[in-house]
């Protein structure tokens, strides 16, 4: 299986679907990536995922009432935050190919990301990022 990183929409998109993204090369290179972006003064992709809480709860094995302040509500950023990063690191992957591995499948999975988020910019749909285990 593996760990993989998609996005999450606060509400469906016609003819969008988020849940189509391996996101299982990201998850590999996200550490290298987030580094970088970080460097750069951008938010990481790791700043901007977030659960409802009700998921938290249960991977934590405690009541959604016990959740630490900061994981009590799910998160959601505007688009053109997560587009800016995501356009960053398409181009330093672009430009540095062999900074992270299978790098030709990490530009698809950012790829695909960002058109995602392209297609909730106008409607100002905002979104966060979620790990799958």
């Not at 999450?8 to 590999?28: H, M, Q, T, W």
């Not at 990536?33 to 991977?59: C, F, H, I, N, Y």
């Amino acid at each position: 299986m593996g760990v993989s990183i998609y996005v999450s929409l606060e509400k469906d998109i016609a003819g969008v679907d988020p849940l189509a993204i391996n996101g299982k090369p990201l998850s590999k290179a996200i550490d290298i990536l987030d580094e970088w972006a970080q460097a750069k003064g951008l938010r990481t992709v790791m700043e901007m995922v977030s659960s409802p809480p009700e998921e938290v709860a249960d991977l934590m094995d405690v009541d959604v009432d016990d959740l630490p302040e900061h994981l009590a509500a799910e998160q959601w950023f505007a688009a053109a935050d997560g587009l800016k990063t995501i356009r960053a690191m398409i181009a330093h992957l672009q430009q540095h190919p062999t900074v992270v591995k299978s790098s030709d499948e990490v530009l698809a999975d950012l790829q695909d990301i960002e058109a995602v988020l392209v297609a909730a910019e106008p409607s100002q749909v905002r979104f966060h990022f979620s790990i799958d285990f």
